[in-house]
């Protein structure tokens, strides 16, 4: 029995395997980069695979005795399908730290598959989705005939160049909310909302992104119409709107690689110091056609320092076997209250209306 950590080596996937090893988790770090993967494994006392993607022979050979397999790897509209394709004749378990609404929506649809198999499929089993999915799942659990669901985030700390990169990859494509149970595209930045995040931090603004639970919140809750917002300062918004005049540029492969390239120079992501000094805080709304509403804080660790714990804490449950087979979601594979037993994180509702 061992989990797989693919992507070992970027900056997430080292603190899953930082904290796999710490915890006695039997792990196999994996990567393309064998040189690099092999150098971490060495360092954590653990064994590595080095195997790119676009052999299925080598990902075959690559995950045999393997039980589990957890993609770091990202952007995942690049690495999940490989990896998904051969954990199904594997009959390997499948989890990832995507946040990308098309991989979200590709791997629901593979859910007869994964039943077949006897399999978990599980992405989002990081910051985004499983705080949100799980506070998604508690409002809808507090007001039963939901028919709208409003998610809110103030990440309250910097991005990953993996995230970064990420988003610059997916930035042409604008922004998405949930319309009776469609994905709709509507511009970047499309509505913006002033959300009460609590005594903490305040009121902010936040604006419609298209983050994993415009996909996620609709399979948890069933709820049909979803919004899905982040706060983000006057000058991100600004910028956001001039996205939509720019989205063709955004799309064209130099401004892209221009862009690529100013990440890649820059930091791999928060340092230690300050990933234990950040928090995040989370917003969530349900509303009734009666014009009920049911809201609930939910304040967490800093983004990158949950994601490790959450997707570790799901692997390691794939690896016991406790998660159901099939496509999965945080919430609906560990219920609402699942992301309250990490340390730091509190839920707080607040009173409900109508
Ligand atoms: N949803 C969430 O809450 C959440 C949280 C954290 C991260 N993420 C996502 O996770 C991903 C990784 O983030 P990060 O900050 O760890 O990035 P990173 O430091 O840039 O690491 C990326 C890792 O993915 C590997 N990789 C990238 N493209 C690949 C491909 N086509 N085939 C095989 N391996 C590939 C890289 O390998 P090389 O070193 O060989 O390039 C590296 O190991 C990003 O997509 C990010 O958005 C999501």
Redesign the pocket.
């Known amino acids: 029995m061992a989990l797989l950590v693919?992507?070992?080596?970027?900056?997430?996937?080292e603190l899953v395997a930082r904290r796999a090893a710490d915890a006695g988790v039997p792990i196999v770090l994996a990567?393309?980069?064998e040189p690099?993967v092999a150098a971490l494994a060495a360092e954590l006392g653990r064994d590595h695979r080095g195997f790119?993607?676009d052999d299925a022979a080598a990902l075959d050979r690559a995950l045999s005795g393997i039980t589990v397999v957890l993609n770091?790897?990202?952007?995942?509209s690049?690495?999940a399908a490989p990896l998904v394709a051969a954990c199904l004749r594997a009959r390997a378990h499948y989890l990832d730290?995507?946040?990308e609404v098309a991989v979200l929506e590709a791997l629901a649809g593979r859910d007869a598959e994964a039943r077949a198999a006897g399999i978990t499929v599980l992405p989002?089993a990081?910051?985004?989705?499983v705080p949100s999915d799980c506070l998604a799942a508690h409002v809808a659990r507090r007001l039963p005939g939901a028919t709208h669901l409003a998610l809110a985030f103030s990440a309250g700390t910097r991005m990953?160049?993996?995230?970064a990169?990420?988003?610059i990859e997916n930035a042409h494509r604008g922004g998405l909310v949930r319309r009776a149970g469609q994905l709709v595209r509507v511009p970047s930045g499309w509505r913006s909302r002033r959300i009460d995040f609590g005594p903490e931090l305040g009121a902010r603004t936040a604006i419609t992104i298209p983050w994993?639970d415009v996909a996620t919140a609709y399979h948890t809750t069933g709820i049909a119409d979803i919004e899905v917002y982040v706060a983000v300062p006057r000058a991100v918004r600004a910028g956001l709107r001039a996205a939509r005049v720019l989205g063709p540029l955004l799309a064209s492969g130099a401004v892209k690689r221009l862009l690529e390239a100013r990440v890649r120079r820059g930091p791999?992501?928060p340092t230690a110091a300050e990933r234990a000094a950040r928090a995040s805080h989370l917003w969530a709304e349900a509303r009734d056609a009666a014009g009920h509403v049911a809201v609930a804080r939910l304040r967490t660790p800093e983004?990158?320092e949950l994601?490790s714990m959450t997707a570790l804490d799901l692997a390691a449950r794939a690896l016991r076997g406790e998660l159901p087979a099939g496509f999965q979601t945080p919430a609906r594979a560990c219920g609402p209250d699942y992301v309250l037993q990490f340390p730091g994180v509190a839920r707080q509702d607040v009173a409900s209306q109508g």
């Not at 990081?126 to 989705?129: C, E, L, N, S």
């Open positions: 693919y992507g070992a080596n970027g900056y997430t996937g990567g393309r980069n690099a790119a993607l770091c790897a990202g952007p995942f690049r690495t730290i995507t946040g989002g990081g910051f985004d989705v990953s160049r993996g995230t990169l990420t988003t994993g791999a992501g983004s990158y994601t």
